[in-house]
């Protein structure tokens, strides 16, 4: 196909702020990992699929539940509202856990 470009797990973005690896970025409606450390408006590479663990909110998780990004406070949760669906849990997480564990969606919404 000659206007293929390529698979699009990560894509290469303009930092919105300033990232480290492994941190969670918005950018619009998409949504990833930074692959590396960034400045604000440094390009960087986001995973946009795939399983990684990011901070939560002191909220519990079941296995399978919808996961949202919260922009403001830079962690997931399962509260709606404004915040953006990233994926789903595949583990369960309890309230005191640091950490979920999101399968990504690699879904724009």
Known sequence: MKNWIQ???????AAPVAVN?????L???????AVSTAA???????STTGVVDLPKAAVAITLGAKLYWDN???????T???????GCAIIAAA??????????NGVVV
């Not at 690896?21 to 970025?25: A, V």
């Not at 950018?27 to 990992?33: A, D, E, R, S």
């Open 21 to 25: 690896s492994g941190d969670g970025l």
């Open 80 to 86: 709606v509202g404004t915040n953006t669906l990233i």
């Open 40 to 46: 604000v408006g440094a390009t960087v590479e986001i």
């Open 7 to 13: 698979p699009g797990d990560i894509v290469t973005v």
């Open 95 to 104: 309230i005191g856990d640091a950490t979920a564990r999101v399968r990504l």
């Open 72 to 78: 403001t406070a830079k962690n997931v949760t399962t």
């Open 27 to 33: 950018v619009g409606t998409l949504f990833g990992v």
